[in-house]
């Protein structure tokens, strides 16, 4: 197709243009009939794609040889590259770290490790990047960048859906360039716990930028002067995915609004942020929210957020823990049905267990799986727990109950 273009603007009126241009017509013939054939094999890639990539590769260190499939011609055939098949445009270049491990305990901690050997590239992520226009997928995480910035650029790959740089030892302020990409779904900056505030935001403004966004993760990231980051989130309705642990938000105002994603999230994790010492209205009603982590967020003798229990009983794993909640534990718990975590250590809650998780024939009785109530100041057991079938694990240390162990 360059071949075409090339040359018919070079066709003037003149009878040797014409005959010029029946002969360029020929050759785009011949070339069609050709692309025609080669519909049966896969396209080869772009030579600029390609230089495009060996660049990158050169501003890497790769001594576990990950890249070692990266030569000749063919980059659609390199690991980790896929073309698309007609034209042969990079679309996705998947390079996460091989090393990498989901661990998975009980208490719903996934968070990834680098597992075995020294499997990361090391280097700076190359602006010769920016050629792969096409690119719809970009995965670099659990790389070493050795503490260069998240390139300006990755905002003008403007077809990118899914971008993941987690863990990758990016530092600096993050580009608000990244909000010029209006298709993303999914945003991954997380640092896993690792160097929290490495990376940091001024505001979160340029989120209302990304209306599509399902899945956004910057836990780790400070944001300790994004004033308004809640309104500029409550603006993403499609939003599933929302990670802000270790994030230093500035406190909401608690009768804040409603936010457009409270029927579409299903995992929240917010903790270690200081939040105040008011549960805000916006948290206790996200219709669909399965696993809400409110952990070392609040502060000053909350009690115990029943409504949270009472509007969402998709609840699978509920942290409340390290929020100096006090009262009563809730007599509702029983309203919750599906293979329920929950963890409520380190707080000043009272009163008795078996009352609290109710009727033993509640569904609550075959789903309960974890119970972490260490560091409370509960003072009952009851026989009823032995109903519980599915307690895989129980925490009461640091309570003060008395009577017979049932
Ligand atoms: C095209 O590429 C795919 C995946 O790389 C491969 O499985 C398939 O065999 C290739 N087809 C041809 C005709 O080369
Ligand atoms: C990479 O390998 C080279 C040569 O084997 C070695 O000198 C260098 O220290 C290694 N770098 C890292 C970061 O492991
Ligand atoms: C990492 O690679 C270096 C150089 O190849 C090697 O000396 C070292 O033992 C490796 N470390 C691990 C943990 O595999
Ligand atoms: C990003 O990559 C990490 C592993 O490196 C993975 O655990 C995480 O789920 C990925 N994020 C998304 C949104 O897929
Ligand atoms: C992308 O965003 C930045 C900062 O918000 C802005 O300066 C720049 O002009 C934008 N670029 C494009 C191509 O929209
Ligand atoms: C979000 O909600 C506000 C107020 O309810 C509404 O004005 C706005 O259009 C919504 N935005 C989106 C993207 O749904
Ligand atoms: C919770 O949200 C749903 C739908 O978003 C709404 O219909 C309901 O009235 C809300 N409930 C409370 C208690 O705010
Ligand atoms: C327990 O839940 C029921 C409905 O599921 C509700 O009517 C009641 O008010 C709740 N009790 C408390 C203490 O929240």
Redesign the pocket.
Known sequence: MRLVHNIIPMASSSTASMIFLSFALSVFSTFERASCAAAFTNATCIDREREALLKFKQGLIDNSSLLSSWVGDDCCSWKGVRCSERKGHILKLDLRSPCVVSTYAIAESLDPVLGHGNCTLIGHIHPSLIELQHLNYLDLSWNDFSYTKIPEFLGSLSNLVYLNLSNAWLAGDIPLHLGNLSHRQYLDLNLNNYDVGLLWVESLEWLSGLPTLKHLDLSGISARNAQGWLPSMSMLSSLQFLGLAYCQLPKVDPAALQVNFSTSLEFLDLSDNNLGSVIPNWLLNLSSITHLDLSYSFEGAISFP?EII?NNKQLAFLDLGHNSMRGEL???LS?LCHRVALRLRFNDLTGDISAALGNPFSCLQNTLRYLDLMENKISRLGDEIGYFKNLEYIDLWGNSIEGPIP
């Open positions: 029943t009472n809730p007599k509702n309203n």
